[in-house]
Every structure is written in C-alpha cells, then in structure tokens.
C-alpha cells in the first residue's frame, strides 16, 4: 500500500485516491497469454497474487501453471512484497522474502512446473543496501535489478556503458542492471487505459493514422537506449504502476509497434520480441563484455541537486519502532508454535507473519504512504500481535503449569500495564528469551503502589527490587500511566523463560537506594555528578545533567577517556527557496539552513541513584525529555529520549548529536541492515566524484543498528546502538548525530500528496526510544554485536494475578549446545505439519576477528531428537546446491550432524524430530 492500502489497491476500491484494481491485471493478462503464446509477463508480490490464488477455480490455477511451465509467466523476486533497503531489518527481509517465495512453491509449485524465481526485482526502492544484495545472492537469485541510482553514478555509468555491472557481495557475485528510465515504458507509448498516450493507428484511411511517426519517434529513443549498454541487447520494461488492468489494450497496441518495428528490423537496427528478465540477463550476461564489479552500496539516493531521499530514514518512527517490537514478538511466537506445535483452532503465527512481511515494504516501513496507509499497516500489525500474544501466553501458561491467564503488557514503556492495576493483588511474571543465550535483563513492570516483595520462583531466592516513580513526561504521554515501576533484574536462560512473583506485602518499604536526590539539594554544586558501574565512570554536569566525560574502566583501559556530550538540536525544513523549490517532505531531506539549531540548554530534574542503576532526568523545555541509565553490570549506557509533540508553526527535523573528543575525521560507519559495517566518508562516494550540493542531506546514512566513529590513532571508539531504523551523519570529527523525529509541513512531490505531519489524542506524535552508547578500544569492537542482539531480541512479558508456576523455569537449547556469544539461532519455526525451519548465523564478520562455529543439530533443542534434516537456500525454498556455486566448498567443514559456520555466514535446514 501506498496511497491506497494493500486491500483498497488489490480490490479497486477508493478510485478517488487512485484507479488502481490488481485483480483485474492477473484476470485480464492471463486471458492474453492463452491467446497469444509468444506474450509474456511477469509477477512479483506474493501478498497480492495469493489473494487472487485463492479467489481461483482449480482449473485456472492449473492454467496458471501451463503458462509457467511453457515460460509465459514468470515470478520474478517473489517475497510477499517489494521490500525496502533502508529501514529493513535483515530478519525481516528474511522472513518477508521467505514467505512469499515458500508459500509460492507449495502452493503454485508442483512436480513438472518450476516457479523458483531467479531474479531479484528492486525496481522502486529509495536505494539500495549491499546486505539485501547478499541476501538475495544467498537465496539463490542470480541477477538484480532496480531502478533508482543516484543522479550522479547514473550519469557516469550511462555515459560509460556501466547500468549493468557484478556485485560481489559477501563472496557472492550478483549480476546487476540499472534500469534506463525508471522502470516505465519510453514516454509516449503507454498504452493503458487510464493514460492519455495515443493508440497505435494503422489504418492508413483514417484520418488518425499516425504510424510513421510513432515509429520513427520510437525506433529513436531505442536507439538511444542501446547507445548506453554494451551486450547488444537492452530490456525495454512495458508498463509501469497498476497498468494491465486492460491487458487486452496494452497487448493490442504493443503488438502493433512490435510488428511495424520488426518489419524493418535491419533499417532500424534491431529486433523486438516478448521476454522475461531471466532470459534478458542470460542473454547479456552471454554477450557483454568484461562487466565492471561493485562492493559497495548504493546510498543515499538523489534523483536531482537537491532532492536527497534521506528523510524517509527516520519518517514515521512511531511505526518504525512498532515494526521492530512486533519482530521480537513474532520471533518468540513462532519459537513457542515449533516447541510446543500449533494449536488447531485457536491463534497462530499467521496474521503477524503476514503483516510483519507486507509492513517490510518500501512505502510502509520507510514512513512514504499516506496517513490512512500508515494506519492499515499498524493496525494488520497490531490484529498480528494480539494473535501471537496469545500464542506465548497460552503456550508459557502451559510449560509453565499456570490456571490463569497470562496477559501482555504491550504499553509498558507508556507505565500503563492493566493486569497490575489492582493494588490489592500479586502477580506472576513469565519472561520469555528468544535468544540462544543466556542473558541479564531490566525489567520495568508498571504498577500502583511499592508494597511489594519480589522471589526467584526458580531459586526461591528473594531478590532485590528497586522502584521508580513514574515520571511528569510519561503522564502526559498517557494520562492512564501507573504512579511508579518496579525494576526487575532478569537472569533469562538461553531460548526459555523463567518466572518472578511480586508478592503482595504491606510491610515492605520503598526500597532505601530508590530515593530520588531531586535538583534543588544539587543546585549549588560546582562539582560534576560522578556515576560508575562496572565498566565506565562518567561524569555530568551537576546543573543540567548533560554527559561530560566517559572513562573505561576495563582492564588495559583504566584511565581511558573522552568527553562526550549529546545535545538536542533541530533543522528547519525547507519549503522551497530561490536555488530549488524543492521542499523536505515524507522522502526528502532538506533543511533551511546547513547548520542545526540548539534546542537550549536541559535542567536536571532527577538524579536517582540505585543498586542496578543510576538515573539521570533531564528537560529540554516543553517537548523534549531524557532519562540516561547507568546500569552497575552492563558494557552499554541507556539513554532513553521522549520527543514531541513538535510545534507545528514549522517544518522541524530534530536530531540528537553526539560530540566527543576522539579524532575520527572524515569517517564513521554504518550498519547495513544489520549485518556488516559500512565505511562512510563525509562528501565522498567509493566509485565515483560526487559533488554534494546539500551538504547535510547528502551526507546522511540508514541506521538500523548501529553506527560508530574511530580514533585510529589511539584505538578508541564510540558505537551508538538504535531501537530502530533513523538516518544518521557525521558531518564533523568525533560527531555522530541521529535524526529522532520529524514534523513536515510541506509535501515534497513524490507522489504522496500529503505532508508529514503525524498526530495522536489531538496533538502532534509524540515519539519515545532509546540509544545504547558503547565506549571501548577497537579490539573489543566486536561486542557491539552481541548488544545489537540483545537489543533486537527483546524478552517478552506476559503477567498475570497470583498463581505460582509448577514449573517456573525452562530452556529449549540443548545444554550440549557449545555456547557461543556469536552462534544466534535466526529462525526456529514449524516449516510444515511434521518438519521445523532452522537459520543458524555466525553473528562475527572476519574483520572483527569472527571465525568458524561448529554446531552440532543433533544437540540443538533440549528433548528432541534429530531424526533427519536437509539443508536449503536462505529462503527455504529450494535445495542449497541450487543456491551455491561449488558444494564442495560450501560443505567442507561439516561432518555429519555437524555444520560449520563461517564468519558472518547464515544457513538455512529443515529438520525432522523424532
């Protein structure tokens, strides 16, 4: 969904938004392809084609596989949509993909008919990430192509015959194709019904006659086209959005021009005839000459001077961050459905599966559709959580011998939880682990008053509690907010849970080391606050709680230090001036100015010592909130910001910024969707001049992850972690600042037609999240994965009233399994009524010291016994050897039920229990 959501555009309906019914284009193009064997078309989004599927009669699903089967019609990409690049997970992109490319095999494939689709079809996305490349590459998709590539590398590449080129990515080679003009027909000759191009008229006694013309005036742009590529053939792209819905009009005119064009194939140069990408590639591929070869990615995206496609990183970050809390829940719901099956009749996976996969799409998770768009996709969302909600706590009620009911609590970080709104009750708290590792986690459970006494059901121990008053800015969030939160440590094991009772008891007093030290008895302190924990000691500013200085406290770090400060800032959006018109908007990037300004100086409110962490409150003025966590016994320091609703006077882009005394010049470096780092240098592109004429804008990068600058000189760094997808710059050494929000006044013409300007209850959005600030050496610059894991793979909650659990703790993993901090089981799920899918990842890149792991799938999953297993491509949708060029080499390490997996690799199995 763009302007119209998924439905409205699959059905027709809402034509005031636009005429666009995809229905009708599968209807009308396959009774064209039976007319004609030589017309061809092809297919791409499996969350559209499946609700035409299953609307089908058996015999037209099997003509459907007759005009697969004679190479009519293709499936090209094949996920359940068209993913974004930029503000996508790599889990995401696989399982989106997964699920679209495994239900096409099962439910389209059959013995004779092959529809494994092998080219990658990126035609719309706002640029393109070397992760998804390889991603694709290891699913075993053979070529590339897409549609949008910088201005600049698009002018150098089409002058020096380089659109089609190999991406070597991860040790994949990809073949790759930029499209000539967008991913439309030549102007002129679209012969939909809803454009107002001339039909082909070859009636020579019409006074409409218009052959000659037509003709010459396409035999010349074609000639053109083929001016710019090298193999002596080029793909001619007929169509565009939503076009074919009268397939028999298109086919007609296309016909017409084909055969006039034909007809003088020699006097005009060349041939046309109907194909489909996978024929195109091998023909180039077959007759190019040498290819040039690409590494990196292709970031940011501008399509003029000023129009730079890096708003859209942080766009919507409300849904951004939905998107990322319904993928941990969705990872434990489907672990919880492949340990204990899925329950015939009652809630399941599926409706999350399915909206979590379209929500991956490049106008969905990239905040571009419209508003009413945005909101469909929440709410499939949010139909999807309910569903696997209920999955985890039924199946954590079950193992764990629980009578009542356990509940979520989905608005915990708004302090609102309703199962601990009755004061008068105790409660159960089971914490689910989707990791593969044991870990320590903070809770913060919502709740009414301190009389509280917390036990260790596992250990009988009773455990420390600290509880911290609900704050003035979380109240005016959420009016329903509880008056205060009780803090939990967690000690979780490795795919489990474990479980907690708050017992109700009067005589138990606020814990003493929860006392708040409030600004006024600090005030006239001239000394910096000074916090430590295990690992850092970091001093702030006793007025107005602003970080000062970090210093590493890790053995051959002692004494280590750089200031570090963060401040709240704000680019005015441009509505157009003098040197463009161009306006910031839901995609573009444009500020007023090149210098952001400073939100003002923050006052410390609170300053609240404890036993597992300090606290640090701090006001920016009426929108802007911080509270910054010391944790005792954690490598990362939390700080968790709140800001909106932004004043709607004007456009503003508010960003926090990171200054630090390290010296990393020109460079920082970004996470690709996750996966590996990404080096960025200010002003500078890798394979060609690049002359950046917004020098902010275009110096903006996708952070799903993480991002980091360097001091080479004395091997220190700082590495900034994020809950979800933003854009990110370092515009000046030692800098790093991320965009947090956006409120844009002005729609920036890219179709939407709307601006962005996001409310709720009446008032602008207002956003809350977090960053991780992890300060090391280089050499232990790798654990910023094993933090990136533990805050992508969010424990689930689910608490219900008194009830002590029989059985109070439990781990899935095998206590065979060798634990590793960079084994990560990606994907544990039923594959099939009797099989399971399994991706197991190697977390550690060879620059990061990353090397072999050896696992054993036999001792993978407590209490059950391998019985038999294959190994498939990424996806699960086709045998590994199809998916990798020498098998040999692939397999060299393993011995039987023993695979290894080498650095940064993922592998894909399905495995059968006994």
């Not at 396959?30 to 599927?53: G, H």
């Not at 404890?610 to 939390?638: L, P």
Request: hydrophobic share 35%; charged share 25%; with cysteine.
């Amino acid at each position: 969904g763009w302007l119209k959501t998924v439905d409205q555009y699959y059905y027709g309906t809402h034509n005031d938004i636009y005429r666009g019914g995809v229905q009708y284009i599968l209807d009308t193009v396959i009774d064209e392809l039976l007319k004609d064997s030589n017309k061809t078309f092809i297919y791409v989004e499996m969350a559209f084609f499946k609700r035409w599927w299953d609307e089908q009669s058996t015999d037209m699903k099997n003509t459907v596989r007759k005009l697969v089967k004679g190479g009519q019609f293709e499936f090209v990409n094949a996920g359940w949509c068209m993913n974004d690049e930029a503000s996508v997970h790599y889990t995401a992109t696989i399982d989106q993909m997964s699920e679209g490319m495994v239900w096409l095999q099962k439910e389209v494939g059959v013995p004779g008919v092959d529809v494994t689709p092998n080219i990658a079809w990126q035609i719309d996305p706002f640029g393109h990430s070397s992760a998804h490349a390889a991603l694709v590459a290891q699913m075993g998709l053979k070529g590339l192509f897409f549609a949008r590539m910088d201005y600049q590398d698009y002018n150098k590449r089409k002058a020096n015959k380089d659109l089609e080129y190999n991406w070597f990515v991860e040790d994949r080679n990809l073949f790759t194709g930029v499209m000539y003009r967008h991913y439309n027909e030549p102007p002129g000759y679209d012969f939909d019904q809803r454009r107002e191009n001339a039909p082909m008229v070859r009636n020579r006694n019409s006074p409409e006659y218009n052959m000659p013309s037509r003709v010459a005036g396409f035999v010349k742009y074609m000639n053109e086209q083929s001016s710019h590529y090298r193999s002596g053939n080029i793909m001619l792209t007929m169509g565009g959005d939503f076009c074919y819905q009268n397939a028999r009009m298109y086919f007609k005119n296309l016909d017409i021009l084909m055969d006039a064009v034909n007809k003088d194939s020699a006097k005009n140069g060349f041939k046309m005839f109907y194909s489909t990408p996978t024929k195109y590639m091998n023909a180039v591929i077959k007759g190019a000459d040498l290819l040039q070869n690409k590494t990196d990615d292709l970031f940011p995206y501008a399509n003029d001077p000023h129009s730079y496609w890096t708003g859209y990183f942080t766009s919507r970050p409300g849904l951004k961050r939905y998107v990322r809390d319904c993928n941990s829940v969705l990872q434990a719901c489907k672990q919880i459905e492949a340990t204990i099956g899925v329950r015939k009749g009652g809630p399941t996976s599926e409706k999350l599966r399915y909206a979590m996969a379209v929500a991956q799409h490049h106008d969905a998770v990239s905040g571009t559709s419209k508003q009413h768009v945005a909101d469909d996709y929440a709410q499939r969302l949010a139909i999807g959580q309910t569903e696997c909600e209920g999955v985890i706590n039924m199946g954590l009620k079950k193992l764990a011998g629980l009578t009542h009911n356990l509940q979520s609590c989905r608005m915990a970080n708004e302090s609102v939880c309703e199962v601990t709104r009755n004061e008068n009750s105790s409660y159960t708290i089971i914490v689910y682990n989707p990791r593969n590792l044991p870990r320590v986690e903070y809770l913060r459970i919502p709740l009414v008053h301190p009389h509280y006494s917390l036990l260790d059901v596992a250990s009988g121990r009773r455990e420390h509690i600290e509880f911290v008053r609900t704050s003035k800015e979380t109240k005016n969030i959420n009016p329903s907010a509880l008056p205060l939160v009780g803090v939990i440590k967690a000690r979780l094991p490795p795919l489990g849970y474990t479980s907690y009772m708050l017992n109700l008891d009067q005589d138990s007093p606020r814990s003493p080391s929860r006392k708040s030290w409030h600004r006024s008895r600090i005030l006239n302190s001239a000394e910096p606050l000074v916090v430590e924990s295990k690992v850092y000691k970091i001093e702030f500013d006793s007025d107005t709680g602003a970080m000062l200085k970090i210093t590493n406290k890790l053995a051959g770090l002692s004494g280590v230090s750089d200031k570090v400060t963060q401040r709240y800032m704000q680019y005015t959006s441009n509505t157009g001036d003098k040197i463009s018109n161009q306006p910031s908007g839901a995609y573009i990037f444009r500020p007023k100015s090149q210098k952001a300004d400073d939100l003002g100086t923050p006052t410390l409110t609170d300053f609240i010592p404890g036993e597992y962490a300090t606290e640090i409150w701090q006001s920016f003025g009426n929108w802007i909130s911080q509270v910054t966590r010391v944790y005792y016994d954690k490598m990362y320091i939390e700080v968790e910001w709140t800001v909106g609703p932004i004043p709607a006077d004007h456009g503003r882009e508010i960003i926090t910024r990171y200054e630090t005394s390290l010296s990393s010049g020109d460079t920082f470096y970004t996470d690709s969707n996750g996966r590996e780092m990404v080096k960025r240098v200010l002003n500078k592109q890798p394979t060609y001049d690049v002359n950046v004429t917004e020098p902010v804008a275009g110096n903006y990068y996708p952070v799903n992850s993480r991002a980091t600058i360097r001091d080479e000189k004395r091997k220190m760094q700082l590495t900034v972690l994020n809950d979800r997808s933003q854009g990110a710059a370092s515009l000046a050494s030692g800098q790093m600042e991320f965009m947090v929000h956006r409120r844009c006044l002005k729609d920036d013409r890219r179709g939407v037609a709307e601006p962005l300007n996001e409310t709720a209850n009446g008032r602008g959005l207002i956003v809350r999240g977090k960053h991780w600030l992890f300060y090391s050496d280089l050499q232990s610059y790798h654990l910023h994965r094993d933090i990136g894991l533990d805050l992508f793979y969010s424990p689930v909650v689910a608490v219900t009233s008194g009830n002590e659990p029989e059985t109070p703790s439990r781990s899935f993993y095998s206590t065979k399994a060798a634990p590793n901090p960079y084994l990560n089981l990606l994907t544990y799920q039923p594959f099939n009524d009797t099989a399971t899918l399994i991706r197991l990842e190697n977390t550690l890149h060879v620059s990061e010291g990353g090397t072999n792991i050896s696992v054993d799938l036999a001792n993978l999953i407590a209490d059950k016994k391998l019985k038999a297993f294959q190994e498939l491509g990424l996806a699960g949708d086709r045998p590994v050897q199809d998916t990798v060029e020498d098998l040999k080499h692939h397999l060299e390490f393993d011995q039987g039920t023993t695979i290894t997996l080498k650095p940064l690799q993922i592998r894909t199995f399905v495995v059968n229990f006994g």
